[in-house]
C-alpha cells in the first residue's frame, strides 16, 4: 500500500506570507496527486491534480510542483480566505490522502 | 452546474448495514468520461476513499473495506449508493460523495484519479 506523508501537520502563517506544504509518497506515484482544500463544516475542493495543473477557477497564487515521491503545494501570498486544512491524494494506486496540514492564523 | 446530494439515515445501530444515496443533478451520472465515488472522514480526521462505480456498474472499491462495502448505480434515478455491513463505531463519519474522474497512462493502463465536485456531505453516528 501506498502511503501519503503531509509536512507540517499544523503550520502558522501570516497573510502575504510564502506558505509551502509537503507531501511525500512511499513509493513512486509519477505525477498522479491531487491537492485539496477543507474548511470546517465544507467538503474538500479540488486545487491541483496531475501535481501541477490549476483547477479552473483556482486561484493562481495556489500552485503544485513535485513527481516520484515528493510534492508541494505552494501559496505565493496568503490570503484570509486561505487559512483552511490541505489534503494531498495520490491515485497512483487507488486512492490515498495525506493527513492533512492546518493552516492557521499566526 | 453538476451537484450532488447525500441523503440516508444519521444513526445505524453497531452490526447493522449503513445505507447512503447520492442524488446527482445537473449532469448524467450515465456519462462515459467518470466514476462516482464515495469518501468518509471520521470527526476530527481525515479522508478516506470508500469506493467508486461507472454508471455500468463496474466498480473498484478500497481494499481495507471490500468485504463489507457494496456500492452501485441507478441511471434512471441518475444516483448511486453504498451500503457498508457490519458497522461499528469507527465507521462513525461525514460520508461524501463525489465524481471521479480517470486516466489513460502511457501504457494504456486505466487508473481513477481526483475527485470534483463533492457533495455536502452527511454524518452518520454508529451508535445503540
Known amino acids: 500500500d501506498i502511503q501519503m506523508t503531509q509536512s507540517p501537520s499544523t503550520l502558522s502563517a501570516s497573510v502575504g506570507d510564502r506558505v509551502t506544504i509537503t507531501c511525500r509518497a512511499s513509493?513512486?506515484?509519477?505525477?498522479?496527486l491531487a491537492w485539496y482544500q477543507q474548511k470546517p463544516g465544507k467538503a474538500p475542493k479540488l486545487l491541483i491534480y496531475d501535481a501541477s495543473s490549476l483547477e479552473s477557477g483556482v486561484p493562481s497564487r495556489f500552485s503544485g510542483s513535485g513527481s516520484g515521491t515528493e510534492f508541494t503545494l505552494t501559496i505565493s501570498s496568503l490570503q484570509p480566505d486561505d487559512f483552511a486544512t490541505y489534503y494531498c491524494q495520490q491515485y497512483n494506486s487507488y486512492s490515498v490522502f495525506g493527513q492533512g496540514t492546518k493552516v492557521e492564523i499566526k | 452546474q453538476l451537484q450532488l446530494q447525500e441523503s440516508g439515515p444519521g444513526l445505524v445501530k453497531p452490526s447493522e448495514t449503513l445505507s447512503l444515496t447520492c442524488t446527482v443533478s445537473?449532469?448524467?451520472?450515465?456519462?462515459?468520461?467518470?466514476?462516482w465515488g464515495w469518501i468518509r472522514q471520521p470527526p476530527g480526521k481525515g479522508l478516506e476513499w470508500i469506493g467508486s462505480?461507472?454508471?455500468?456498474?463496474?466498480?473498484y472499491y478500497n481494499p481495507s473495506l471490500k468485504s463489507r462495502v457494496t456500492i452501485s448505480v441507478d441511471t434512471s434515478k441518475n444516483q448511486f449508493s453504498l451500503k457498508l455491513s457490519s458497522v461499528t463505531a469507527a465507521d462513525t463519519a461525514v460520508y461524501y460523495c463525489?465524481?471521479?474522474?480517470?486516466?489513460?497512462?502511457?501504457?494504456?493502463?486505466?487508473?481513477?484519479?481526483?475527485?470534483?465536485?463533492w457533495g455536502q456531505g452527511t454524518l452518520v453516528t454508529v451508535s445503540s
Open positions: 463525489a465524481r471521479h474522474s480517470y486516466y489513460y497512462d502511457s501504457s494504456g493502463y486505466k487508473g481513477l484519479s481526483w475527485f470534483d465536485p
Open positions: 462505480i461507472y454508471y455500468s456498474g463496474s466498480t
Open positions: 513509493q513512486s506515484i509519477s505525477s498522479w
Open positions: 445537473g449532469g448524467s451520472i450515465s456519462s462515459s468520461s467518470y466514476y
